[in-house]
Nanobody, 116 residues
């Protein structure tokens, strides 16, 4: 049972980045998926979620215009598309889902650095 994130990197302010998360070992299509981020020295915070039905997407209000979450159940993947990135978006981004039989499942995280 795994989640694996990818796609992080260094990007200039105002730039865009798309993070990917691939799930394995569980019924991906039956799981709501979430993205979190953790800035240096800060607590991990929720960024957004996508329900089992891809149309049900929830984002932090302040990021709603900049972040888009999507999924492809056939590929067992979820994406976080980020645009107009700001230095305060810097952090480690994690994919997450809650499994009824084992609790929270986290990926290893992918680092996003927004800097000129």
């Amino acid at each position: 049972v795994h989640l694996v994130e990818s796609g992080g990197g260094l990007v200039q302010p105002g730039g865009s980045l798309t993070l990917s998360c691939t799930g394995s070992g569980f019924d991906f299509s039956g799981q709501a998926m979430k993205w979190f981020r953790q800035a240096p020295g800060k607590q991990r915070e929720w960024v957004g979620s996508i329900g089992v039905a891809a149309g049900n997407v929830y984002n932090v209000d302040s990021d709603k215009e900049r972040f888009t979450i999507s999924r492809d159940n056939a590929k067992k993947m979820v994406w976080l598309q980020m645009s107009s990135l700001k230095p305060e978006d810097t952090g480690t981004y994690y994919c997450n889902t809650y499994l009824l039989d084992s609790g929270n499942l986290w990926g290893q995280g992918t680092q996003v650095t927004v800097s000129s």
